[in-house]
């Protein structure tokens, strides 16, 4: 398996721009999450997504945020309008949830560099 | 809702040495603890885990412990070498849901 793709790798827009980020989570995988990376306050979740559905969007900073799940196979993140604070990594995971029981391990992409001028 | 803490945040030792980092979690209804291993400009990657209905768990110079009662679990690191310089985050899920909590990372340091 390839993995968790994300794309792009890297971005540069400007304050004002909409921005989006694509995530393919791994094939079979029924969790899907997006996490917000920076210096100051670590690895942040914003959302995560089981079978499909929003299950916790708290981590959303603001209305300027949005993800959606269209299909098991790919999801998207979207910041309008973007502004320099935006500036982060953002990592879309995967994972199978099996059962109540067990742990289920998740699985990082590369991550989205996105820079805000 | 979980509160992970990961100390310390920063850690730097010797090649050779050991290396500790330390991680308390707040609900007692967690049962799953994976560590990951963030190498710089990379994603996080799981180098270890350890379930609930055990106490310790050990591959090659990693292993984890858990204390459930004290609700605090360890990774320890033998014999340092310099690839293992990178973040190192713990985290802990409770089986209700698949949310993940993650610690705020320690940066660890392997002077050669």
């Known amino acids: 398996d390839a993995g968790v793709i994300q794309s792009p790798r890297h971005e540069v827009t400007e304050m004002g721009q909409e921005v989006t980020l694509r995530c393919k989570p791994i094939s079979g995988h029924n969790s899907l999450f997006w996490y917000r990376q920076t210096m100051m306050r670590g690895l942040e979740l914003l959302i995560y997504?089981?079978?499909?559905?929003?299950?916790?969007d708290s981590g959303m900073p603001e209305d300027r945020f949005s993800a959606k799940m269209p299909n098991a196979s790919f999801s998207t993140l979207k910041i309008q309008p973007s502004e320099p604070r935006d500036s982060a990594v953002y990592f879309c995971?995967?994972?199978?949830?099996?059962?109540?029981?067990?742990?289920?391990?998740?699985?990082f992409g590369e991550g989205s560099w996105l820079t805000v001028v | 809702g979980e509160n992970v803490e990961q100390h310390p945040s920063t850690l730097s030792v010797q090649e050779g040495d050991s290396a500790v980092i330390k991680c308390t979690y707040s609900d007692s209804a967690s049962n799953y603890f994976p560590w990951y291993k963030q190498e710089l400009g990379k994603r996080p990657q799981l180098i270890i885990d350890?379930?609930?209905?055990?106490g310790e768990k050990k591959d090659q110079r990693i292993a984890v412990t858990l204390n459930k009662t004290a609700k605090h679990f360890s990774l320890h690191i033998t014999e340092t070498q310099p690839e293992d310089s990178a973040v190192y985050f713990c985290a802990a899920t409770i089986n209700t849901g698949n949310q993940f909590y993650f610690g705020t990372g320690t940066s660890l340091t392997v002077i050669p």
């Open positions: 350890i379930r609930s209905n055990v």
């Open positions: 997504f089981n079978n499909n559905v929003p299950i916790d």
């Open positions: 995971a995967s994972s199978l949830a099996r059962n109540r029981d067990s742990g289920n391990t998740i699985y």
